[in-house]
Each structure stands twice: as C-alpha cells, then as structure tokens.
C-alpha cells in the first residue's frame, strides 16, 4: 500500500493470491497448429518488475506465472467463446 500512495496510483483492487485457484493448461490447446498460439505464451508482461516489489517478495515467482495464466485463459473465452 505504501508503494501505490508513494508513486500516486489510483485506486486498486486486490485478488489474494491464496483464494485463486488456477486450472492447468488444456495440453490439445498447444497442439492447435498453424499461426494459432495460446494468449499464454504470446502476451509479454512485465513479471520482475512486479516480484521485484518489496511487498512480493515472500511470494513465489510460479504463482503470479499461475495467476496470470489464470486471467488469460478467463479473457481468451470470454472473447473467442
């Protein structure tokens, strides 16, 4: 909290980390072929500048890799189902 009144963000909302629960990636997925590519593995994000955060540092680097899976594969059926 002390960072984001620091740097003046707005407002955030918080999601803990130990309440999302990650389902694993659908393996027939990869295999799609052609250009097709899981959101996944495309979209670049900027991961160590987030656990390089003092306040993440307790949290392992696996589980924002799990949540972030997590909200792609939310936002990849909302927008193609």
Request: contains cysteine; charged residues 15%; positive net charge.
């Amino acid at each position: 909290m002390q960072y984001l009144k620091e740097q003046r963000l707005p407002p955030q909302t918080f999601i803990p980390l130990q309440s999302i629960r990650v389902k694993p990636i659908i393996e027939r997925l990869r295999a799609l072929g052609g250009t097709a590519k899981l959101v996944f593995y495309v979209i670049q994000y900027p991961l160590l500048k987030l656990v390089s955060l003092p306040v993440y540092l307790h949290i392992p680097i696996v589980k924002f890799q799990c949540v972030l899976h997590c909200l792609l594969a939310y936002i990849f059926r909302v927008i193609y189902i």
